[in-house]
């Protein structure tokens, strides 16, 4: 599918590209905001390698899982490899560019941990080092000062990508917040 094309899920709810948005979150959203897709990438984290494993730890529809493989494939998150020929059967194993999501996943688990109703009987899974299980608690850091990343410390301002609006959007909330010293 093209992702300038518009998908109806039912009679009320469409699904519209946002390739034309000046924005990096919005084009990732444009290959992992579809229901199913970042499970699908969970699960690839957790080990899960074949169709038929994706379907049966989801319960995921087979046309959905297939349609929702396709298009990771396509974006290059996965690469298709044969492990069988007769009949033909496939693994579907993340590429670097697919592992660079492995801090989205953690982000939100961390929030379902926080505020997810699966979280009420405690965290339903954690993460633990490899070499000694124990448990990690991973942070937001900036890689060139070391420092901890949270809302209160950073902002967001327009990047050397920005287009015009985007720049002006930007320009416009800096006149809107009050100098902080």
């Known amino acids: 599918m093209r992702a ?23 084009s990732a959203l444009d290959v992992v905001g579809e229901p199913w897709t970042l499970l699908i990438v969970r699960d690839a984290f957790y080990g899960v390698r074949r169709f038929d494993d994706f379907q049966e730890n989801l319960g995921i529809a087979r046309n959905v899982l297939t349609a929702r493989l396709k298009k990771l494939v396509e ?4 690469r298709k490899i ?20 492995f801090t989205v996943i953690v982000g939100l688990k961390q929030w379902g941990d926080r505020f997810g109703v699966a979280s009420r009987n405690g965290k339903p899974m954690e993460l633990v080092d490899r070499a000694d299980n124990k448990p990690l608690d991973p942070v937001l850091i900036d ?29 416009r909330l800096a006149l809107a917040r009050p100098l902080q010293r």
């Open 4 to 26: 300038a094309q518009t998908r109806t899920y039912n009679l009320t709810m469409r699904r519209t590209s946002y390739e034309q948005m000046n924005c990096s979150i919005a």
């Open 143 to 171: 890689a060139l000062s070391g420092q901890r990343l949270e809302l209160t410390n950073v902002r967001a301002v327009a990047g050397p990508g920005a287009d015009q609006a985007t720049r002006d959007f930007f320009d």
């Open 75 to 78: 974006a290059g998150i996965f």
């Open 82 to 101: 044969a492990y069988r020929q007769r009949p033909l059967r496939h693994e579907y194993r993340l590429t670097d560019k697919g592992a660079a999501l």
